[in-house]
């Protein structure tokens, strides 16, 4: 198994969030959200680490 991880943007990737955890080939280990203030805005940020059972250079 491969450790991976990706920080994704939500809503805005939210798409890719959802992709990572349905998908079979992942065992998802960890999630953590987070949200800041930048230039008068909110943003929310997903952090997800999973271990992939298949190698190679595919991102999800």
Do not use: C, N
């Not at 990706?6 to 992942?26: F, G, V």
């Amino acid at each position: 198994m491969q450790k991976k991880h990706m920080i994704l943007e939500l809503p805005a990737q939210k798409a890719d969030l959802d992709r990572i955890i349905s998908d079979d080939q992942h065992d998802v280990r960890h999630v953590s959200f987070s949200s800041t203030a930048a230039e008068g805005a909110i943003r929310h940020f997903v952090l997800v680490v999973w271990h992939d059972e298949e190698y190679g250079d595919h991102q999800f």
